[in-house]
């Protein structure tokens, strides 16, 4: 009987989240003449942020950790508008914030609900495969390495440090340390396009799609890199100074 409760408990909490990302893409769909016109150029999503005055900022923040938490939404196009909208500074600034924000929410739903939770989101099978990272007491080097390396799934990532025993102000530092390049190309990218600096941005661009793809490619062999890196230092034993992170 317990296994059966589980087992059910799994699956209604892996039917929520595609039924949130319903409602978002059916949200989305209904309001689609309120905000598709801001798409146009950038003189229009301008014009619609400042619409909301000094909100416009909170009004991005929002968005943000709304693509973070309904994480089939892309993460560098939104990051991309930020750096279109606010500049790099801005944009890199109000990215991390909203992502920051975003990632508490996700970290917190995981470490709550616990692992049956994250399983019914991603499958048993994907979430298997960091579980030498997940019990390291040395995950935080683990987890930094793989937030900086383009390809691996952040998002996932973000619930898998949920069930580890990564601790929640240590997991902050980590994630947000390692998504500040990929931030921060992204508002290049966007900054570049608003001010039609399009070498800048296509070089930025290019860069960042030629790292994408091969951390796609080599997602497998780099995420083994990783956990070896984590199973050496687990293996060498811990400083009489240093504690896990628990």
């Given at each position: 009987?317990?296994?059966?409760?589980?087992?059910?408990?799994?699956?209604?909490?892996?039917?929520?989240?595609?039924i949130?990302?319903g409602?978002?893409?059916?949200?989305?769909?209904?309001?689609?003449?309120?905000?598709?016109?801001?798409?146009?150029?950038?003189?229009?999503?301008?014009?619609?942020?400042?619409?909301?005055?000094a909100?416009?900022?909170?009004?991005?923040?929002?968005?943000?950790?709304v693509?973070?938490?309904?994480?089939?939404?892309?993460?560098?196009?939104?990051?991309i508008a930020?750096?279109?909208?606010?500049?790099i500074?801005?944009?890199?600034?109000?990215?991390?914030?909203?992502?920051?924000a975003?990632?508490?929410?996700?970290?917190?739903l995981?470490?709550?609900?616990?692992?049956?939770?994250?399983?019914?989101?991603?499958?048993?099978?994907?979430?298997?495969?960091?579980?030498?990272?997940v019990e390291?007491p040395r995950?935080?080097?683990?987890?930094?390495?793989?937030?900086?390396?383009?390809?691996?799934?952040?998002d996932l990532l973000?619930?898998?440090?949920?069930?580890?025993?990564?601790r929640?102000?240590?997991?902050?530092?980590v994630?947000?340390?390692?998504?500040?390049?990929?931030?921060?190309?992204s508002?290049i990218?966007?900054?570049?396009?608003?001010?039609?600096?399009?070498?800048?941005?296509g070089v930025?661009?290019?860069?960042?799609?030629?790292?994408?793809?091969?951390?796609v490619?080599?997602?497998?062999?780099?995420?083994?890199m990783?956990?070896?890196?984590?199973?050496?230092?687990?293996?060498?034993?811990?400083r009489?100074?240093?504690?896990?992170?628990?």
């Amino acid at each position: 009987m317990a296994v059966l409760t589980a087992r059910t408990y799994k699956i209604a909490l892996g039917m929520l989240f595609p039924i949130l990302v319903g409602a978002a893409v059916i949200g989305a769909w209904v309001t689609r003449d309120a905000w598709l016109p801001i798409l146009g150029s950038e003189t229009d999503a301008q014009e619609w942020m400042a619409g909301f005055g000094a909100g416009g900022a909170f009004v991005y923040i929002a968005v943000q950790i709304v693509q973070v938490v309904v994480f089939v939404i892309p993460g560098d196009v939104v990051q991309i508008a930020g750096g279109y909208l606010f500049g790099i500074a801005g944009g890199l600034g109000l990215s991390l914030v909203g992502i920051l924000a975003g990632s508490c929410v996700n970290f917190g739903l995981a470490r709550l609900l616990g692992r049956p939770f994250v399983e019914g989101v991603f499958g048993e099978r994907r979430v298997a495969a960091w579980d030498r990272l997940v019990e390291s007491p040395r995950a935080r080097t683990g987890f930094f390495l793989l937030f900086v390396i383009p390809g691996i799934p952040k998002d996932l990532l973000v619930y898998v440090a949920g069930i580890s025993r990564l601790r929640f102000w240590t997991f902050l530092l980590v994630s947000m340390l390692g998504r500040i390049p990929g931030i921060l190309g992204s508002a290049i990218i966007g900054n570049g396009a608003a001010n039609e600096h399009w070498v800048v941005s296509g070089v930025v661009f290019g860069l960042a799609a030629v790292l994408f793809v091969l951390g796609v490619i080599f997602r497998s062999r780099l995420q083994e890199m990783v956990l070896r890196v984590v199973d050496a230092q687990r293996s060498g034993g811990a400083r009489p100074s240093e504690e896990p992170d628990t």
